[in-house]
């Protein structure tokens, strides 16, 4: 299965297939039953070895409202948790499932995963990506905007996490400008910001004041991720005024809202006048996580 047949990264998609996957995301949200039940008599297989709510929900939701069935699977219940090794598991599950969607630490284990599999793979988060987020997150940008994102500028305040490197492979494909504001040190995965500088244009400044000017779309998200729980101390120090709060927003255009992936610490990353404040669509954006995922689901295990 070529890498489009898979969704591990948002820079293994085209533009058109991309493009394809936010208008059928739309449709599915204004006119659910247009879809059908294109997973009738299928089942989605869940992995998870960190903690979720959207993720899981949303998926479990979809599947089921596409006509299919999804298992969830923890790494703590499933023989993955005790050492049996990734390629076997992608090999077996292939047998009994027709999808998976894996939330996990390492990349190479969703792309193992896809290699040693015959059925397609999404990823639903890594240490390295968080793709599906980030077309939940285009789609409320859309709605907000329209479907022409070349005139949209997305300022990015915090970590250079897994959510900054998704972003910065939707700015490539998609054509939005994109000002990450991060510490020395938290800066995004390097390749990923080569890739998307050749790309669109993407500014990596310290301010995040200076991230936000003239920005239409200001996010950030925790400052400390998953798996990086013991780090919380030190990353709170480092990150010490990257929060959005409205003089942050001030400087955006006056029509900008905010978008957070959630779960968001108010206080910390974001004050509660904005994530609670008319900018803020992050209720939206959590709704759009199902709307986006059906039609990845469709268009992958759709048939
Ligand atoms: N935004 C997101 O992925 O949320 P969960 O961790 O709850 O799945
Ligand atoms: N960057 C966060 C996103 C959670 C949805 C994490 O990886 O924990």
Redesign the pocket.
């Known amino acids: 299965m070529d890498a489009a047949g898979h969704f591990l990264s948002i820079a293994d998609w085209s533009t058109e297939r991309l493009t394809q996957a936010l208008d059928l995301a739309d449709r599915l949200k204004a006119d659910p039953a247009s879809a059908g039940r294109p997973l009738a008599g299928k089942t989605l297989a869940m992995l998870f070895t960190k903690?979720?709510?959207?993720?899981?929900v949303s998926f479990e939701v979809g599947a089921h409202q596409l006509g299919g069935q999804a298992l969830f699977l923890s790494a703590r219940d499933i023989q993955l948790g005790r050492g049996e090794p990734i390629a076997d598991t992608a090999r077996v599950l292939s047998r009994y499932v027709h999808g998976i969607m894996i939330r996990t630490f390492d990349q190479e284990d969703v792309v193992a995963l896809a290699e040693h599999g015959t059925i397609p793979v999404i990823n639903g988060?890594t240490d390295l990506l968080?793709p599906c987020?980030i077309m939940a997150d285009v789609q409320t940008i859309r709605e907000e905007f329209g479907p022409d994102l070349s005139g949209v500028t997305v300022a990015w305040i915090g970590d250079g996490n897994n959510m900054a490197n998704s972003w910065l492979n939707a700015a490539a494909r998609l054509g939005f400008s994109l000002r990450l504001a991060c510490p020395e040190g938290y800066e995004p995965d390097a390749a990923t910001l080569e890739a998307a500088r050749d790309a669109t244009s993407v500014e990596l400044v310290r301010d995040p004041a200076e991230a936000a000017v003239g920005a239409r779309v200001v996010t950030t998200d925790v400052w400390a991720s998953m798996g990086q729980e013991e780090e919380a101390a030190e990353r709170a120090r480092a990150f010490d005024g990257y929060h959005v709060d409205a003089e942050i927003m001030s400087n955006a255009t006056e029509d900008a809202i905010f978008l957070h992936?959630?779960?968001a610490h108010r206080g910390e990353e974001v004050a509660a006048e904005v994530i609670d404040g008319p900018a803020s669509r992050v209720w939206d954006e959590a709704e759009n996580?199902l709307h986006a995922q059906k039609a990845i689901l469709a268009m992958l295990m759709g048939g």
Do not use: V
Request: contains cysteine.
């Open positions: 903690s979720s709510t959207r993720t899981r988060l968080h987020q992936c959630l779960p996580r």
